[in-house]
């Protein structure tokens, strides 16, 4: 569904209406909005975004489990509001984590890298 929304016809469209209105540069601004877009739309196709999507409604699972969230043991709305409270703190650590070990990794690559040229 996104690669179709990212379609070169849509993108081409979008910029004849911005031509059309102005300038030369309303086209420009076009067409850095189009490489903004792919380039978002590439970046939530990455393998990463994936993983820390489901990192996140991993743990954010767990949580619900753990605080054994049901319609008879929730206390009306409150004991909902702390269970979804829970379950997206517990998705944010979880992504924290994961974005740590990356970068951790990241920069231990260009470290031996670096020592490897030297």
Do not use: C, H, W, Y
Not at 22 to 45: D, H, I, P
Not at 95 to 117: W, Y
């Amino acid at each position: 569904m996104a690669k179709k929304a990212t379609g070169k016809k849509s993108g081409s469209s979008k910029a004849k209406k911005s031509g059309s209105k102005g300038g030369s540069s309303s086209s420009r601004g076009s067409s850095a909005k189009n490489t903004a877009s792919e380039a978002f739309v590439s970046l939530l196709q990455s393998p990463l975004v994936a993983d820390l999507v489901a990192v996140a409604a991993t743990s954010a699972l767990a949580a619900l489990a753990s605080e054994g969230f049901s319609r008879e043991g929730a206390k009306g709305s409150k004991g909902a509001g702390k269970a979804v409270k829970s379950a997206g703190k517990a998705a944010a650590d979880a992504v924290k984590r994961r974005l740590t070990e990356e970068i951790d990794a990241i920069k231990k690559a260009a470290k031996d890298a670096k020592a490897t040229k030297a």
